[in-house]
């Protein structure tokens, strides 16, 4: 089992990014960032990993029997989560929204690892759709907690701003969706019940229809905030002339 090495691997990037990388940091931002690093380290290596985990068989079903590769893609995100989720214990616990983010996120991930053996496909093919705007996100989170301090920051976040939401909006509200569909009506049809507990797959519907949702909803709001600071920016322009 590769879990407790990639744990190990995470906690020291994020201990020295949090001691060594951004030691001269607010602390705040320093924690944040710390984060942001281990996300990096996790999103794009994640897809990368997913996709060669999936594509290593001509044939995929929601049903099928997790190969050794996907079950180490499987740990490679479990010790993700679980050392951002000690994060946001120990730095943000008031932030019950990332926190039961986490652990709904690592019950998916544990229970198709080591309870069920089964259904990988759906859940690594949810994991490349959910990180594959990962170093977008995380790079548009550090400029964002920057922009105050650093006119580099400002702008890295006004110029990343437009295109990565429309890259989200499009991953998170039709890709997502459209993928969460079909692994329904399969799941529905009966497809995965001699093999998945239908409590099983009936809680991985429900938090990944959840966790959309949520990220529909924060990407609107993004979109309402950017189109208002572009009517204050434009407010201002005209008084200027």
Same mark, same amino acid.
């Given at each position: 089992? %590769?879990? *407790?090495?990639?744990? @190990?691997?995470?906690?020291?990037?994020?201990?020295?990014?949090?001691?060594?990388? =951004?030691?001269? $940091?607010?602390?705040?931002?320093?924690? &944040?960032?710390?984060?942001?690093?281990? !996300?990096?380290? #996790?999103?794009? *290596?994640?897809?990368?990993?997913?996709?060669?985990?999936?594509?290593?068989?001509?044939? =995929?079903?929601?049903?099928?029997?997790?190969?050794?590769?996907?079950?180490?893609?499987? &740990?490679?995100?479990?010790?993700?989560?679980?050392?951002?989720?000690?994060?946001?214990?120990?730095?943000?616990? !008031? %932030? +019950?929204?990332?926190?039961? #983010?986490?652990?709904?996120? @690592? =019950?998916?991930?544990?229970?198709?690892?080591?309870? +069920?053996?089964?259904?990988?496909?759906?859940? @690594?093919?949810?994991?490349?759709?959910?990180?594959?705007?990962?170093?977008?996100?995380?790079? $548009?989170?550090?400029?964002?907690?920057?922009?105050?301090?650093?006119?580099?920051?400002?702008?890295?976040?006004?110029? @990343?701003? *437009?295109?990565?939401?429309?890259?989200?909006?499009? +991953?998170?509200?039709?890709?997502? *969706?459209?993928?969460?569909?079909?692994?329904?009506? =399969?799941?529905?049809?009966?497809?995965?019940?001699?093999?998945?507990?239908?409590?099983? $797959?009936?809680?991985?519907?429900?938090?990944?229809?959840?966790?959309?949702?949520? !990220?529909?909803?924060?990407?609107?709001?993004? $979109?309402? &905030?950017?189109?208002?600071?572009?009517?204050?920016?434009?407010?201002?322009?005209?008084?200027?002339?």
């Amino acid at each position: 089992m %590769d879990l *407790p090495l990639f744990f @190990l691997m995470f906690l020291i990037i994020y201990l020295s990014a949090h001691f060594i990388l =951004f030691r001269n $940091w607010a602390s705040k931002l320093r924690s &944040e960032a710390a984060s942001c690093l281990i !996300s990096l380290a #996790h999103g794009t *290596p994640a897809v990368i990993l997913a996709y060669f985990a999936i594509s290593a068989k001509e044939k =995929f079903s929601f049903a099928d029997t997790n190969t050794v590769f996907q079950n180490t893609v499987l &740990e490679y995100s479990i010790a993700y989560f679980l050392m951002d989720l000690c994060h946001y214990i120990v730095f943000n616990p !008031s %932030d +019950v929204l990332f926190i039961g #983010h986490h652990l709904a996120t @690592l =019950f998916v991930f544990v229970t198709c690892r080591f309870l +069920v053996f089964h259904g990988a496909y759906g859940i @690594l093919m949810l994991l490349i759709l959910a990180e594959v705007t990962s170093f977008c996100q995380n790079v $548009w989170t550090l400029s964002s907690a920057l922009k105050g301090e650093s006119e580099f920051a400002r702008q890295v976040f006004d110029v @990343l701003s *437009p295109p990565f939401y429309a890259f989200y909006s499009v +991953v998170r509200g039709f890709l997502g *969706p459209l993928f969460v569909y079909k692994m329904v009506g =399969f799941y529905v049809s009966g497809g995965a019940d001699n093999v998945i507990p239908r409590w099983v $797959w009936v809680s991985w519907i429900c938090v990944v229809v959840a966790a959309i949702s949520v !990220s529909i909803l924060w990407i609107c709001n993004q $979109w309402i &905030e950017l189109y208002r600071r572009r009517l204050v920016v434009g407010d201002k322009e005209k008084k200027i002339r």
